[in-house]
T-cell receptor, first 111, second 114 residues
Framework: GENVEQHPSTLSVQEGDSAVIKCTYSDSASNYFPWYKQELGKGPQLIIDIRSNVGEKKDQRIAVTLNKTAKHFSLHITETQPEDSAVYFCAAFHSNYQLIWGAGTKLIIKP | DTAVSQTPKYLVTQMGNDKSIKCEQNLGHDTMYWYKQDSKKFLKIMFSYNNKELIINETVPNRFSPKSPDKAHLNLHINSLELGDSAVYFC?????????????FGPGTRLTVL
């Protein structure tokens, strides 16, 4: 069935450095790829998304890139800050109208 | 004015009991979801309702029964609770299941079965 793989499962970076989280998907019909951030004790919240007709999208310190040919997309966070510490999920909108979720990446920002 | 609210936030109960979790959204969305998040943080879709109609029903034991009295509410009733049901349950909503777009999540209900 449809699958989204996410790596790494844990990422530890020094404050101020960049963080990159990568996802691959299997359904070539997927056309929408959101990224969610889940802070401790809260529900996931959308931080950025990209549609299949776009290769890159930026919003201040975060950016997402999409390679449709290779079926992978990545989240880039620059100048990381302590408040970026959270679990990040990628997802792909499947052709059966479901979001298929990655397993999550725990991002730790070291002071 | 919370967009998606769930009650209770914490639920501790004994094996074999029956319990319910309530969810309400005030966003005017047509679609609501229940997710289960296990201890490893993996998010698993359980059910989705669109305008009170069940549209997604993943492989979930039939001890779990969702009920949608209207499109703003989606409740989850669980019979004969088991240890493996311990998890955080999230309710979410979105505008429409057939279009891409943001899902808005509630704060979660942490269920502990003893």
């Amino acid at each position: 069935g449809e699958n989204v793989e996410q790596h790494p499962s844990t990422l530890s970076v020094q404050e101020g450095d960049s963080a990159v989280i990568k996802c691959t998907y299997s359904d070539s019909a997927s056309n929408y790829f959101p990224w969610y951030k889940q802070e401790l004790g809260k529900g996931p919240q959308l931080i950025i998304d990209i549609r299949s007709n776009v290769g890159e999208k930026k919003d201040q310190r975060i950016a997402v890139t999409l390679n449709k040919t290779a079926k992978h997309f990545s989240l880039h966070i620059t100048e990381t800050q302590p408040e970026d510490s959270a679990v990040y999920f990628c997802a792909a909108f499947h052709s059966n109208y479901q979001l298929i979720w990655g397993a999550g990446t725990k991002l730790i920002i070291k002071p | 004015d919370t967009a998606v609210s769930q009650t209770p936030k914490y639920l501790v109960t004994q094996m074999g009991n029956d319990k319910s979790i309530k969810c309400e959204q005030n966003l005017g969305h047509d679609t609501m979801y229940w997710y289960k998040q296990d201890s490893k943080k993996f998010l698993k879709i359980m059910f989705s309702y669109n305008n009170k109609e069940l549209i997604i029903n993943e492989t979930v034991p039939n001890r779990f029964s969702p009920k949608s009295p209207d499109k703003a509410h989606l409740n989850l009733h669980i019979n004969s609770l088991e240890l493996g049901d311990s998890a955080v349950y999230f309710c979410a909503s979105s505008v429409n299941p057939r279009t891409t777009g943001e899902q808005f999540f509630g704060p979660g209900t942490r269920l502990t079965v003893l």
